[in-house]
């Protein structure tokens, strides 16, 4: 599977967009953008996926780059309740039977 | 709610001592997935069973184990635990996204 890069930490205010980067230079064709999120100790919680195209669902949008070699996780009004740890993984999407890797993901913090 | 279900939520033992902890996927899921993470540690992937075979391993120990029954619920064992193995023991299961759900952990105190 591909690495990816996020920063470690990053915050936004409540009610504004929250936009958090990820890079994912060497990703191969068939391989897919999937985000995911911790909150505190909580399992954690599928958001997005993507190959190539912008995806938005009730909880997020995803932009990925014409060279698939980065995205943006875009939560359009943060709330307090989105601080949570922020997971950016690529992966073969085979039916769910191939692992998932996660890395140290980042930190967003929602200021009231 | 992600409709994978783990059991106990929280289980304090002694060193040395033997536990299981037990995952029952959404209805349909074949797959089930064991993941660890410690205090301010990240996620580690511990062993992956696809419909009761075992598909992936990673960083799981010798003393761990699990298996996956043919209900397709999953069991993981920890043996000869140690004060290093309190950590929170979650399991997720697949979906035909290749999106996974995760249950709300374990949580595992060894004294």
């Known amino acids: 599977d591909a690495k990816t890069t996020q920063p470690p930490s990053m915050d936004c205010a409540e009610g504004r967009a929250a936009n958090l980067p990820c890079n994912h230079s060497?990703?191969?064709?068939?391989?897919?953008v999937y985000w995911y999120r911790q909150i505190h100790s909580q399992g954690p919680q599928y958001i997005i996926h993507?190959?190539?195209n912008n995806e938005t669902n009730e909880m997020a949008s995803l932009i990925i780059t014409e060279d698939r070699k980065s995205s943006t996780l875009i939560l359009p009004h943060a709330t307090l309740r989105d601080t949570a740890v922020y997971y950016c993984?690529?992966?073969?999407?085979?039916?769910?039977?191939?692992?998932?890797?996660f890395g140290s993901g980042t930190r967003l913090l929602v200021r009231p | 709610d992600s409709g994978v279900t783990q059991t106990p939520k929280h289980l304090i033992t002694a060193t040395g001592q033997r536990v299981t902890l037990r995952c029952s996927p959404r209805?349909?899921?074949?797959?089930v997935y064991w993941y660890q993470q410690s205090l301010d540690q990240g996620l580690q992937f511990l062993i992956q069973?696809?419909?009761?075979?075992?598909?992936a391993k990673g960083n799981i120990l010798e003393r761990f184990s699990a298996q996956q029954f043919p209900d397709l619920h999953s069991e993981l064992n920890l043996s000869s635990l140690e004060l290093g193995d309190s950590a929170l023991y979650f399991c997720?299961?697949?979906?035909?996204?290749?999106?996974?759900?995760f249950g709300e952990g374990s949580r595992l105190t060894v004294l």
């Open positions: 993984i690529v992966r073969l999407r085979r039916d769910s039977s191939y692992k998932l890797i």
């Open positions: 060497t990703i191969s064709g068939n391989e897919y």
């Open positions: 993507g190959l190539k």
């Open positions: 209805s349909g899921d074949l797959s």
């Open positions: 069973y696809y419909n009761g075979e075992e598909r």
């Open positions: 997720a299961g697949g979906g035909k996204g290749g999106e996974l759900f």
